[in-house]
């Protein structure tokens, strides 16, 4: 059983940045695809940015349109933990953001986190 534990959500004006961070208790992680979704009130859940392992130690990484160029998803496996570097946040970027992982070529994600809630105030 894989843990996963956000941390990182504030209250940002907006314009501003964040980094969230996903602590992971599996070191086999290196294997896995991981993600970040979100989902903001009244809205449905959404996937952010994920980084799928292609083999090795490489990773290619997906984003959605609305977050393309203004989102940096990366991980450390030394650390066994994933990233979201946010900037040029925007009010409807609030939402409350779970990371999710799973054994990669997975269709679904098996793990996932809490959440951590970033609220970016006009």
């Known amino acids: 059983q894989v843990q996963l534990v956000e941390s990182g959500g504030d209250l940002v004006q907006a314009g501003g940045s964040l980094i969230l961070s996903c602590a992971a208790s599996?070191?086999?992680?290196?294997?896995?695809?991981m993600a970040w979704f979100r989902q903001g009130p009244g809205k449905e859940r959404e996937l952010v940015a994920s980084?799928?392992?292609?083999?090795?130690?490489?990773?290619?990484?997906y984003y959605v349109d609305s977050v393309k160029r203004r989102f940096i998803i990366y991980r450390d496996n030394t650390k066994n933990t994933l990233y979201l570097h946010m900037n040029s946040l925007k009010p409807e970027d609030t939402a409350v953001y779970h990371c999710?992982?799973?054994?990669?070529?997975?269709?679904?994600?098996?793990?996932w986190g809490q959440g951590t809630q970033v609220t970016v105030s006009s």
């Open positions: 999710a992982a799973t054994p990669s070529g997975r269709s679904q994600y098996e793990y």
């Open positions: 599996d070191r086999t992680l290196i294997t896995y695809d």
């Open positions: 980084t799928s392992w292609t083999g090795g130690n490489t990773y290619s990484a």
